[in-house]
C-alpha cells in the first residue's frame, strides 16, 4: 500500500471476519524498505525480540498470512534472514504459555549456537516452546507455523516441556503427514466455515502430537503409557485446585498402585513435582491476568493450595527466575507495550490472546 500524503505509512493489513475462518494479511508492498522493518519489528516484537542479518534492510519485504481456527492459529510468512531471540524477561511479560510447530518450507532455522544438523531446512519441522527462552537465527526463509495452547497439546505429548528448539526431520513420515496436513488447511482456510474449524482442532492438535511424539528417544518413550498418563494429566488439569488432587485419591480414581502412578510420572521429575508446576503456571498466567488485577498475590496463590507466603515465592522464582511480584509488575509493562484496537490487531496479537 502507498503512503498517504503526509509522509505516514498506511498499515498494509487486510482483515476478513465474514462468516468462515479469521484471516489476517499482512504485506509490506508499497513501503520503503525502512518503513517494512520497521512494521515487521513492531508486529512480530510482540513475540520476539528480532534484527536483520547480513544488513538486508535495503531490500526487506515481507508477507504474512494467518488463519484463526478459534483455539489454534496458523500462520505462513516469509522474510529475510534475521535472528529471534525470547528472554525470560519477555516471556514474563507476555506470559505466553504456547507451544509453535513450524514447518520450514524455504532455507533454514535453528539456535544461533548449534550445530548444522540442529537446524530445521527446507521440509524439517522445528519445535518452539514460548514459555522458554529461546536463541535462534534463519536464513532467508518461508514457513508455515502452527501455534497452539499448552493445555490443549501437552495432554497428548510424552514430554511436554522437553522439545523447546527440537528439530524434526521431514523425511519422518509422521512429520511429513504434519507437513501435508498443514499446507492442505492452509490452502483450504479461506473456504472453510466456522464449523469446519471447530471440527478441525482436534485432529491438527493429535497429529502434531504424534509427530512431535515420534522424535521422542525410544528410551524415553519406553517409561511413558501415554495413554493412561495424558488421561491422568487431563484429571490433574480439571482438579488442579482442589486440595483432595493427592496421589492416593489418583492412584484410587484410576485403578492402580501407587508404585505405578509414581512409575508413569518419573518423565515427568515426579507426579508432586508435576503437580507444582502446572500449579505454578495457573499462578502465572493469573498474575498476568489484568481482570485479576484487584486480587492479592496471596490470594492468587491461596487458591492453588499454596498457603506459605515463602515457599510460594521460592518456588515460584525456581520455576520462573522472578518473584511473583516481579511477574505482575512485568505482565503490566508488557500490556501497556502491545494494546491494539480493532483492525490494527494483528496475527501476532492473537497468538497473544490464545489461552
Given at each position: 500500500m502507498?503512503?498517504?500524503?503526509?509522509?505516514?505509512?498506511?498499515?498494509?493489513?487486510r482483515q476478513f471476519v465474514?462468516?468462515?475462518?479469521?484471516?489476517?494479511?499482512?504485506?509490506?508492498?508499497?513501503?520503503?524498505?525502512?518503513?517494512?522493518?520497521?512494521?515487521?519489528q513492531e508486529n512480530i516484537g510482540l513475540l520476539y525480540d528480532?534484527?536483520?542479518?547480513?544488513?538486508?534492510?535495503?531490500?526487506?519485504?515481507?508477507?504474512?498470512?494467518?488463519?484463526?481456527?478459534?483455539?489454534?492459529?496458523?500462520?505462513?510468512?516469509?522474510?529475510?534472514?534475521?535472528?529471534?531471540?525470547?528472554?525470560?524477561?519477555?516471556?514474563?511479560?507476555?506470559?505466553?504459555d504456547h507451544i509453535t510447530v513450524?514447518?520450514?518450507?524455504?532455507?533454514?532455522?535453528?539456535?544461533?549456537?548449534?550445530?548444522?544438523?540442529?537446524?530445521?531446512?527446507?521440509g524439517d519441522l522445528i519445535v518452539a516452546d514460548l514459555a522458554q527462552a529461546?536463541?535462534?537465527?534463519?536464513?532467508?526463509?518461508?514457513?508455515?507455523?502452527?501455534?497452539?495452547?499448552?493445555?490443549?497439546?501437552?495432554?497428548?505429548?510424552?514430554?511436554?516441556?522437553?522439545?523447546?528448539?527440537?528439530v524434526i526431520s521431514g523425511n519422518a513420515p509422521l512429520a511429513a503427514l504434519l507437513r501435508g496436513h498443514l499446507v492442505g488447511l492452509y490452502g483450504a482456510a479461506p473456504a472453510m466455515s466456522r464449523q469446519d474449524a471447530e471440527?478441525?482442532?482436534?485432529?491438527?492438535?493429535?497429529?502434531?502430537?504424534?509427530?512431535?511424539?515420534?522424535?521422542?528417544?525410544?528410551?524415553?518413550?519406553?517409561?511413558?503409557?501415554?495413554?493412561?498418563?495424558?488421561?491422568?494429566?487431563r484429571h490433574i488439569d480439571a482438579h488442579i485446585r482442589s486440595r483432595h488432587l493427592t496421589a492416593e485419591a489418583i492412584a484410587a480414581m484410576f485403578g492402580m498402585s501407587m508404585r505405578k502412578l509414581y512409575y508413569l510420572f518419573e518423565p515427568h521429575g515426579g507426579l508432586s513435582r508435576y503437580i507444582q508446576e502446572e500449579r505454578l503456571r495457573r499462578c502465572r498466567a493469573e498474575l498476568a491476568d489484568p481482570g485479576r488485577r484487584h486480587e492479592s498475590i496471596a490470594e492468587i496463590a491461596g487458591r492453588y493450595g499454596f498457603g506459605h507466603r515463602k515457599s510460594f515465592v521460592r518456588a515460584f522464582r525456581r520455576?520462573?527466575?522472578?518473584?511473583?511480584?516481579?511477574?505482575?509488575?512485568?505482565?503490566?509493562?508488557?500490556?501497556?507495550?502491545?494494546?491494539?484496537?480493532?483492525?490494527?490487531?494483528?496475527?501476532?496479537?492473537?497468538?497473544?490472546?490464545l489461552r
Open positions: 502507498a503512503a498517504a500524503d503526509s509522509g505516514q505509512s498506511v498499515v498494509p493489513q465474514d462468516a468462515g475462518v479469521r484471516r489476517c494479511v499482512l504485506d509490506t508492498v508499497g513501503l520503503a524498505p525502512r518503513q517494512a522493518v520497521a512494521l515487521w528480532v534484527r536483520l542479518r547480513n544488513a538486508g534492510d535495503d531490500r526487506f519485504h515481507f508477507h504474512a498470512d494467518a488463519f484463526h481456527f478459534g483455539e489454534i492459529v496458523l500462520t505462513s510468512y516469509g522474510c529475510i534472514a534475521q535472528s529471534f531471540d525470547r528472554s525470560r524477561a519477555r516471556i514474563s511479560r507476555d506470559g505466553l513450524q514447518v520450514c518450507l524455504r532455507g533454514s532455522h535453528g539456535r544461533r549456537d548449534g550445530a548444522s544438523d540442529e537446524k530445521a531446512s527446507s529461546q536463541s535462534t537465527g534463519t536464513s532467508d526463509f518461508d514457513s508455515l507455523n502452527l501455534t497452539m495452547p499448552r493445555r490443549l497439546l501437552a495432554p497428548f505429548l510424552k514430554a511436554p516441556d522437553e522439545h523447546n528448539m527440537r471440527a478441525v482442532i482436534g485432529p491438527t492438535l493429535e497429529l502434531a502430537a504424534a509427530a512431535v511424539n515420534s522424535a521422542v528417544a525410544e528410551e524415553n518413550a519406553a517409561s511413558v503409557h501415554l495413554a493412561l498418563t495424558s488421561e491422568i494429566r520455576s520462573f527466575d522472578m518473584t511473583p511480584r516481579e511477574m505482575r509488575a512485568h505482565a503490566a509493562h508488557g500490556r501497556s507495550q502491545s494494546l491494539g484496537h480493532g483492525e490494527n490487531r494483528t496475527m501476532w496479537h492473537w497468538i497473544r490472546e
